[in-house]
């Protein structure tokens, strides 16, 4: 409501060009404040406005705006202060959208980037999706070992204003190596002894990145650690880049939106659910619909090989649904589990043995659960006691296979190189479905 009851006002500004109004509201408030109190006015309207702030600033109140719409003022604003507001936007951001935009916009655009900029740009945009390389920014402070205190001050000092961050500060010799970090605070606690070195105050014990890494891998590194940044070298050590945390939040929702998509039997969208095309759409959700099809389709083959049995015993026709629904939810239960702690780190392919002996346990322990919840609706049905057992016995069992299949299929998939996640649980519904009614019926036969 308030950004609505602003936007007269800002028009106004706007109509009579006024400058100092328009440089006081970009500097009054919090620079994501501004850019919802823009929320209301058209693309070309916010550009204006955009003009008013000093370079730096201007970033990052555009850094604020939803995509669509950054994006729309990359590609459609003049080429020159689009240029001016490239060259300012962090390199990775920048790389991120630039690849969004076609290809003759992206190049006129960075023609007029300055040279140094444009040159970070370029090499971020060699290194594949989804590495370190792709998501490191290369704005990091570094100081030559050699420096003194004073020297790094005043160094730090010119530095600061084109940097994401300065929680740490990265040591490199003449060549570009990375020989160590120190921390803004040890440098600010030495102010008293202006004249040692950066190379006596910094710590040599780092953690790096390679610019090839897998970025969930640096993700769960910078989670373990609990770093507020981390360097990125090359093979050969040298300084790179770094990756913020703020990046590294970027990393985790993006990896769990595509594990949910996964887990749901969706092949991962290349781009937000809303601007996802309807065909793309359809044929990622399709795909692994029709495999679920068929694999519902050997429900009904097992079920047909059964026929003669269920006409005979026609009352448990009526807990199908029930018993391939507790194997079906117990395997996706354990998979989901399991996938997710070999996402966080707790889990890996070497633990097997703990995860049989758990999910066999805990599937003990749930299928006598479920089992007892199921005796009472069967004594219902059933023509007698005995009839009644077949329900609980095969939930039961229903049960112990959906905890074990469940637990171990992710494990496999892993050891064959397939995406867990992706490929998991439309398996487990299929198999279990499957070993539901083939155990619900030799089950009947065998009592009888």
């Known amino acids: 409501m308030i950004n609505t009851l602003f936007l007269p006002e800002l028009r106004e500004m706007l109509a009579e060009q006024d400058e100092a109004g328009l440089i006081e509201f970009c500097t009054a408030l919090h620079p994501s404040r501004t850019a919802e109190f823009m929320e209301g006015l058209g693309r070309e309207e916010s550009w204006q406005v955009l003009q008013h702030a000093e370079p730096h600033l201007r970033s990052e109140i555009f850094s604020f705006f939803p995509e669509d719409r950054q994006l729309e003022m990359l590609a459609s604003e003049d080429e020159q202060q689009v240029g001016a507001l490239v060259a300012v936007i962090p390199a990775d951001d920048a790389v991120d959208l630039l690849q969004q935009l076609p290809e003759q916009r992206v190049e006129q655009v960075l023609a007029l980037v300055p040279t140094t900029d444009r040159r970070d740009i370029r090499r971020l945009q060699t290194f594949p999706e989804g590495t370190a390389g792709s998501i490191m920014t290369t704005e990091a402070a570094c100081l030559d070992e050699n420096l003194t205190v004073r020297q790094a001050l005043e160094q730090l000092g010119r530095q600061a204003e084109k940097l994401e961050t300065i929680y740490y500060i990265y040591v490199v010799d003449d ?41 969930e ?33 970027d990393v985790v929702f993006e990896e769990a939106t595509e594990d949910v998509q996964r887990i749901a039997a969706v092949d991962p969208l290349e781009d937000s659910y809303i601007r996802t095309p309807i065909p793309t759409l359809s044929w990622k959700r399709g795909l692994w619909l029709g495999i679920l099809f068929f694999a519902s389709l050997a429900t009904a083959f097992a079920l047909k090989v059964y026929e003669t049995e269920l006409d005979q015993y026609a009352w448990l026709v009526a807990f199908i649904p029930l018993v391939i629904g507790s194997g079906g939810n117990t395997g996706a239960q354990s998979s989901t589990l399991i996938i997710a702690a070999m996402a966080a780190g707790d889990l890996s392919l070497k633990d097997w043995p703990r995860v049989i002996s758990r999910e066999c346990t805990t599937g003990l322990l749930l299928g006598c659960y479920l089992a007892a919840l199921s005796l009472g609706p069967a004594i219902l049905f059933a023509p007698d006691l005995l009839s009644a057992c077949v329900l609980p016995i095969t939930v039961f069992l229903v049960v112990m296979c959906g905890a074990f299949s469940g637990g171990m299929l992710p494990l496999i998939f892993v050891r064959l190189g397939w995406d867990p996640a992706l490929m998991s649980n439309p398996v487990v519904a299929g198999l279990n479905d499957i070993m539901g009614i083939i155990i619900y019926v030799n089950i009947a036969m065998l009592l009888l």
């Open 217 to 249: 891998e640096v993700a769960l590194m910078v989670a373990k650690y609990d770093l507020l940044a981390i360097p990125v070298v090359d093979e050969h050590r040298h300084m790179l880049g770094i990756i913020t945390h703020d990046d590294v939040i």
């Open 175 to 215: 060549t570009n190596h990375l020989r160590g970090v120190l921390s803004t605070r040890m440098l600010v606690k030495s102010f008293g002894k202006l004249e040692r070195t950066v190379a006596d105050l910094m710590d040599t014990d780092i953690l790096t990145v390679n610019a090839n890494d897998d970025q």
